[in-house]
Each structure stands twice: as C-alpha cells, then as structure tokens.
C-alpha cells in the first residue's frame, strides 16, 4: 500500500506495536495453536470454494478424518490467486490478482515451506524506483528514500525536517499505544472505537498535522476509498505486516493452491456452480449445478468461503440474521485491475531504472519479472479503485490504452518497445464480483464479530471473514478457523 521506503518506516511503528499488545481469548488462530492433533465427533463438512480458505480448511478436517467434498464453480483452484503465464514468451508470466507475501505472514509461510515453494523478495533492491505526483518524477532508491522537499505537497518546515521516518511514525504513536490486539476478532477496542469515524486524512488533521502527509503514506493507493478507510482498518494494517520484506513465489504465487489442490483431488468437484443453500435441524442442503444439470449436496456442516458479493446476490443470504445480512451487504471492497504489457525490451534498465513505480493517480507499476535476465519483459499496472472503475465499459484496448500512457509518464518510451497485453479487472469475474474486503469508516465496529459468526450449521471463512483483510494469510487463518469449530462440536 505504501512505497517501499515508508513501508521499511512503518517496521518502527510495528515493532511499537507489538510492545502493547496483549493476549486476548477471541484472537485469530495463531499457527502454533495445536487444536488440530486430536479429532472431535466425525463430521460429513461441504465446503463451499476452492480458494486458499476452502483448501486450507479441507486440508486439516481431512487429516483429521472428517469426511470433506468441496463444490468449487470454476475449472481450477486458486479463487483470487492467479498466475498468467500464456501467451508470453521466455517462461514469463505475471500474477493478476495476491502478488506480495509478508515474511511475518506465518500462515501463509507455512503452507509455503509444506508444498516446497521457493520464494523471491518481491522489491527488487537494485535500480531506481519512482514516484509520480501531481506530473512530477521523483527517483529513489532502496538505500535512500528521496527528500520530502522534493514532493510537491504543502508541509510545514517542521514536517518536512522528520523526513519520511518521522511522517510515517511520530502522528500515530498515540494510537499506536493504545491498539491492544489487533487480531481479536472484537477488535477494536471501546477505549478507541471512536476513531472508526476518522479516515487516514481526519486523523492528521485533528491531531495537529498537515492531512496531505496522507497523499505521500498513500502514494500508490489515494483514490477517495483509500482514503476514506478508517484509520483503525489503516492502524491494524500497520501493526499487523506492513514493515515486513515482501515475497512473491518463484514461478507464480498460483504454484501454492495447484499443489494443494493436487494433494486434494480426490475432494474437490469443479465445475460446480453453488445455486442455494437450505438448512434444517438435522442437516445442510446444497443445490449446484454441474454440466448443465442440477445436483444435491447433503452434509452435517457447510464452510462457505464465497466472496461477499457472491453472496450478496445469492437467495440464501435471506435466510441469515439480520445482523449477517448487513455486514455482508456493507462490508467495501476494492475494485482493483492489473493490466500486463509485453515489451520487446525492457528499456527501462538502461536509465538504472528497475521498473518499480507508484502514481497518484492511483497506480502501482513494476516488473513482475525482475529477476529474470530476458532482454523481452512485462510490465504490469495496478490500477486502484477510481481508476479501475474508469475502465468500466471500456474495450480491451481502451484498457491497454491507458494502462500504457500511465506506465509511459513513469518510463518513457514505452510505445517504442509495446508488443501487446491482457487485463483483469476483478469486479468482472464471476466468482468474486470484487478484488477484496476493506474496512472504511465505521465499519470495523460493528461489521467485523458478524462475519465470522456461524449461523447454524454454516460456517463462514475467507479472507474477509479474518484480520487480515486482502491478505492470503486472512484466507488461511480463516479456514483453520472454520474447521476448528467444526472439529471441537461434540
Ligand atoms: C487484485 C488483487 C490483489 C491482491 N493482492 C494480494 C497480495 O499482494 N497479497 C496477498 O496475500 N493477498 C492479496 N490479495 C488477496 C488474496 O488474493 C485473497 O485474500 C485470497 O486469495 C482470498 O482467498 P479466499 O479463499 O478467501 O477467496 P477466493 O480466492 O475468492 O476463493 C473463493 C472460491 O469460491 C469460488 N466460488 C465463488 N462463487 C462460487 C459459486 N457460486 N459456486 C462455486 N464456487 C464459487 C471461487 O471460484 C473461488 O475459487 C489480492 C487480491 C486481489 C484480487
């Protein structure tokens, strides 16, 4: 969300973080829990989704002996990870949807070190990056952050003087202290729940700052949602990852749910396309439709991993509490596209520079394949809320189009070298109708306790339904979870 460089600033206010948190009995399940050595009464689970919350949740019922199928709508697994590796050449490929994996994000690493998967510091730590603000180019590199006079936003002297350190840390100290544990699935606590009503920008303001130091934290993300996310969810982001290094999966971050997908093939029913869901005293009910036929699925517990706009559009979201139905309806997501363009060189090198770059429009810009030595390349654009929703109705090329002119104002040239390209904008797919969930203000009081919340015998978990919102690690945290529950019934 931030530059590299703010991002290495905000490990202070981690670290900070973590010197006030406190255990708390309704905490996310931590990695180390070792609920899953002893099996509870069998249960007959279906699960509802092939992603990294479904598969993680079947992995650890079926070592268990519980009896497991998942209904999963599309031919494949992975939900929104997704690794795009034809039709380019030279064994490069781009990931259109999880691209960076915290080292701190110990769920995810574990089932990385469990499918032996090799990993790859997503920044690169040679060339130049660079910022674009308001038309202007500001280079740095991973060593030195640029000076913040070089930025074209209205600071005081005094603010300029903290340099990007002391921005990004000295306005949340306070609150920062008083955070308690960010993972406890009531958090926030009361003693700051007023804050919800604050975005990143408000906060400044009120405790004294100027509020464009938010336009420099956000560079990359400033679209009006970035900045209308309460600065709890911004804090919470903050504390949980953001100071750590970043990796993505040597060949594709889809590596991580086809390996567990193959260890689970005997479980999962693609092409299966969930219609409903009923449930009675005795049993849940889940119609599907398959090959163009409709089929019925029995079982004694059902996980449902569906996106919440999936669900929002489902008739089953009618027979769930009232309290349910509204954090599934109110609970923002981002709408997030990336466009990948193929580039017969990659001329950017030349100028020391190593394709990484965040706009205020508000995209992000890099190389997915950095590591390589091919002369041919890709560049992949990132494009953030308002910008994705200006590509709404526009054609393939219009989209290329403009993905192009923005990766042109940071690397100029590009046309000389533009071979093609795809892109993916997620509210378009089906099976997510959105990229992922994203607390704004007011909504981490009230919406989050009900997410989770079973109904019955349904059992909810993906990424939306954990800490980690948008996160792999929110998605797996989740599905242990969920099965947890499941195995502790007696
Ligand atoms: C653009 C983008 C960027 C991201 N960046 C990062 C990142 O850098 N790092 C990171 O860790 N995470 C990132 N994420 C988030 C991460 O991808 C998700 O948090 C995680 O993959 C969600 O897993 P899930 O199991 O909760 O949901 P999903 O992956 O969405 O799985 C749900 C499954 O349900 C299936 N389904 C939906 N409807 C039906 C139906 N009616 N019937 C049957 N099946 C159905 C879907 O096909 C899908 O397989 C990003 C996501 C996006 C979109």
Redesign the pocket.
Known sequence: MKSNQSRRNFLRLSALSAGFAITHPLSALSVHDTWNKKRGKPQKVLI????????SAALELIKLGHEVII????S??????RTLREPFPEGLYA????????ED?EW?MKYIKEYDLQLQLFNPVEGDYIHLMKGKRIRYNSQSPASLDNYPVNLTSEELNMGWTGISTAPFQELVAKLGDPKAMDWPPQSISGYDAYSLKEFLKQSGYSSEIADLLMIGWETKLGMDMSILEVMRELSLSFGAP?YKIVGG?DLL?TRMAGALSDHIQYG????SIEQSENDVVVH?SKNEQNKKFTADRVIC???LP?IKK?EFMKTLSREKQRAINELTY?D???TVIQVSDRYWKKDNLNGFAATDRPMEIWDPNYELDSKRGLIAA?AKNDDSQLMDGWSDKERLDFASGQVNKAFPGLMDHFEGGFT?C?KED???L???SIGTRNQMTDLLPHLIKQEGRIYF?????SA????????IE??NRAAKEINSLE
């Not at 509802?48 to 598969?55: S, T």
Request: net charge positive; no cysteine; glycine share 18%.
């Open positions: 509802l989704g092939a992603g990294m919350a479904g598969m209904l999963e709508g599309q494949r697994a992975g939900g929104r990870i990931d259109m949807g999880a691209a960076r994996i915290p994000h995810t970043r971050n749910p299966s396309k969930v219609l599907v991993t569906f996106p999936v489902m981002w997030l596209s990336r990132y993916k997620w089906p099976w997510a959105g990229a992922h978990a993906g990424e939306h339904a980690y919102h948008g996160w792999i690690q929110g998605a989740s599905g």
